[in-house]
C-alpha cells in the first residue's frame, strides 16, 4: 500500500517533521537535492551540460543544491532564478547563496545552448493558482529545449490534488518525488506531465498519515496476495457463497456470460444467471458451471425467491432498458437482503429511481464509468470529470453505498474509509465488456466474504492487474474482455504462489 497525499499534506508532514522530530529543514534539502542526483544517475540522464531553472519557494532551494551537487562532479551547469529575490523563503535563499559563494553564476534569463537535461524546480506542491506572465514564458521556453526533462518534485504548473494543469505545465521524462508520489501525478492530465515518478526516502515522517482517512492510497502487485479471501482445506462449494447475476437482456449473453464466468475464477462457490429466456442455450453452451434461470415477463414471487437463495447479487450487466427490467431492477432493490453489485443498466435505472437509495438496509456497491456517474448526479459529464474527488465524496456521504467511480484512474469511495485510487491496468482495457468483468470479479471478492468496501478495492485492483497481464501478452490494441478473464486467472496464481513462498519462509 502507498499514501498518495495531495501537497497540503506534504507540507504537514515536512512541517511535522521539521518541528516534532527535529530534522532541520536544510537536512531534508540536502537529502532531496543527492537523492535526485541519485536517481538522474541510475535513469542514465546524460548530466553533463545541466539547465537549472529555480523558483524562490523550497523547490527552488532543492535546485540551487542540485546545481552544487552537479557542479561539483564536474558538470556544466546554468542555473536559472527565475523568481523574486523578496519571496525568497529562508532555505531557498540560503541555497542560493551557497551556489553564487562557489562561483556558480546565477542568471534570470535561460541562455541559448544545447543542454543534455533541463531540471525544473520553479514551483512545488503548494501551487494553487493558474502560472501565467513570465513564469509561463519560462515553462514553454524550457519544453521546448533539447535535452531530458526532470521535474523536482512534481512539474511545475500541475495541481497536486487533482492533476489539472494550472494554465501552463512543464512536461516531463522523469518526476523525482519527495518520501511519496503526489495524487496530482497519478490523476491524469498530471500523469502525462510527469512522466515516470520515481519516489525517493528523503526522511520526512508520513507515520501519522494512518490516521487520516483524507489521504487517498493505492495497492501494488505485492499487495495482492495478503488481500485475497483465504481458500480453507476443508470446504466445499457452499463455503464461498451462492451468486445471483441479474444479467442479460436478449442479445446480451454476452454480458451474463463475461460477469458469471469472472465472478466464478475469483472463487465463488456457485453462479446462478437470472437471463432473458433467448439467453438459454448460448449460456449453457458458454458456461456449463453456472445454473441457468430464465424469464419472459416479471414474475414478483420468482424473484423473491431466487433473491432468498442467493448470498450475493448482481444486477445490470446487459440487463436492458425495457418495462421488465425496470420491474426487475426495482424489485431487487427493494427486496434484496444481501450484499448487491450494480452495474450498467441497473445504473441507468438507479438515476431514474434515485429514491430507492434514500432506504439501503444492505451493503450496495455501485460501479458507475463517468457517463453512468453523470446521470446519478444530475450533471455533465465535463463537471465529474473537473470535480471528481468532491462529487464523489458528497455522493457517498449523502447516500450509504460503496461507489467505484471507473476511469482511466479508478477511485473507490466509502463514507468514513480511505479513498482508494487504483494506478493498475492500462489502455488495452477500453474494450466492450471489460466493465461486465469488473462487476463479477468484485462479485467474487464479495462471495468470498470481504466487506462491501475491501471487495471492491481489491475487486478494481485485481481487474487492473490481469489488464496488466493481458496487455504484456497481447499488446494494447488485441485485448478482449475474454482475454482480461485469462489474465486475472494468472494473475490470482501468482498471488496464490507468493503467498506460499512467504508462509515457507515464516517456518524457515
Request: proline letters at 3%; aromatic letters at 6%; a neutral charge.
Amino acid at each position: 500500500m502507498r499514501y498518495l497525499p495531495e501537497g497540503k499534506w506534504m507540507q504537514r508532514a515536512d512541517t511535522h517533521t521539521i518541528q516534532e522530530i527535529g530534522i532541520p529543514s536544510a537536512v531534508l534539502m540536502e537529502h532531496a537535492a543527492e537523492r535526485t542526483v541519485e536517481t538522474m544517475e541510475r535513469e542514465r540522464i546524460d548530466c553533463s551540460r545541466a539547465l537549472i531553472v529555480c523558483g524562490s519557494g523550497n523547490n527552488g532551494g532543492d535546485g540551487f543544491a542540485v546545481a552544487r551537487l552537479l557542479m561539483q562532479k564536474g558538470c556544466e551547469v546554468t542555473t536559472v532564478f527565475t523568481g523574486k529575490e523578496s519571496s525568497l523563503s529562508p532555505e531557498c535563499r540560503m541555497q542560493k547563496k551557497i551556489v553564487e559563494n562557489l562561483g556558480l553564476p546565477v542568471v534570470t534569463e535561460i541562455p541559448k545552448k544545447n543542454y543534455t537535461v533541463i531540471l525544473d524546480a520553479v514551483f512545488g506542491v503548494g501551487l494553487s493558482r493558474e502560472v501565467c506572465g513570465s513564469y509561463a514564458d519560462v515553462l514553454g521556453q524550457m519544453n521546448v529545449l533539447s535535452g531530458r526533462k526532470v521535474a523536482v518534485d512534481i512539474p511545475s504548473g500541475i495541481c497536486s490534488a487533482t492533476g489539472k494543469v494550472l494554465g501552463c505545465a512543464f512536461r516531463a521524462d522523469l518526476t523525482v518525488t519527495f518520501q511519496c508520489e503526489k495524487l496530482g501525478t497519478v490523476l491524469f492530465p498530471g500523469k502525462q506531465y510527469a512522466g515516470k515518478v520515481v519516489p525517493v526516502n528523503i526522511g520526512i515522517d508520513t507515520r501519522f498519515y494512518k490516521q487520516v482517512r483524507e489521504i487517498c492510497y493505492t495497492l501494488e502487485r505485492g499487495d495482492l496476495a495478503g488481500r485475497l479471501p483465504v481458500r480453507k482445506a476443508n470446504s466445499h462449494k457452499g463455503t464461498y457463497g451462492k451468486v445471483l447475476m441479474i444479467t442479460g437482456s436478449p442479445g446480451m449473453a454476452g454480458a451474463a456470460y463475461l460477469s458469471a464466468k469472472a465472478a466464478y475464477l475469483c472463487g465463488a462457490g456457485l453462479v446462478q444467471i437470472y437471463t432473458e429466456e433467448s439467453n438459454r442455450a448460448i449460456l449453457q453452451s458458454l458456461l456449463p458451471e453456472a445454473i441457468i434461470s430464465t424469464y419472459k415477463i416479471y414474475e414478483p414471487e420468482r424473484l423473491l425467491a431466487l433473491l432468498e437463495w442467493a448470498d450475493v447479487v448482481t444486477i445490470g450487466c446487459g440487463l436492458g432498458r425495457n418495462g421488465v427490467s425496470e420491474l426487475l431492477f426495482k424489485g431487487t432493490i427493494e427486496n434484496c437482503q444481501v450484499p448487491c453489485v450494480v452495474d450498467a443498466d441497473g445504473l441507468y435505472w438507479l438515476s431514474r429511481h434515485r429514491d430507492l437509495l434514500e432506504n439501503l438496509r444492505i451493503p450496495v456497491i455501485l460501479t458507475p464509468h463517468m457517463k453512468e456517474m453523470a446521470g446519478l448526479l444530475g450533471c455533465s459529464v465535463r463537471e465529474v470529470q473537473e470535480e471528481r474527488f468532491p462529487r464523489l465524496l458528497r455522493f457517498v456521504e449523502e447516500y450509504p453505498v460503496v461507489c467505484a467511480l471507473k476511469d482511466a484512474r479508478t477511485i473507490v469511495a466509502k463514507k468514513g474509509e480511505r479513498s482508494f485510487v487504483n494506478t493498475a491496468g492500462n489502455q488495452s482495457m477500453a474494450k466492450a465488456g471489460s466493465g461486465d468483468v469488473l462487476s463479477g470479479v468484485i462479485t467474487g471478492m464479495l462471495s468470498g466474504g470481504l466487506s462491501a468496501y475491501d471487495g471492491a478495492v481489491l475487486g478494481v485492483f485485481l481487474h487492473a492487474c490481469g489488464g496488466d497481464t493481458a496487455q504484456k501478452e497481447l499488446g494494447s490494441y488485441s485485448v478482449l474482455a475474454e482475454n482480461l478473464l485469462e489474465g486475472i486467472a494468472r494473475s490470482l496464481k501468482a498471488a496464490e504462489e507468493q503467498k506460499a513462498m512467504e508462509e515457507k519462509d515464516e517456518t524457515v
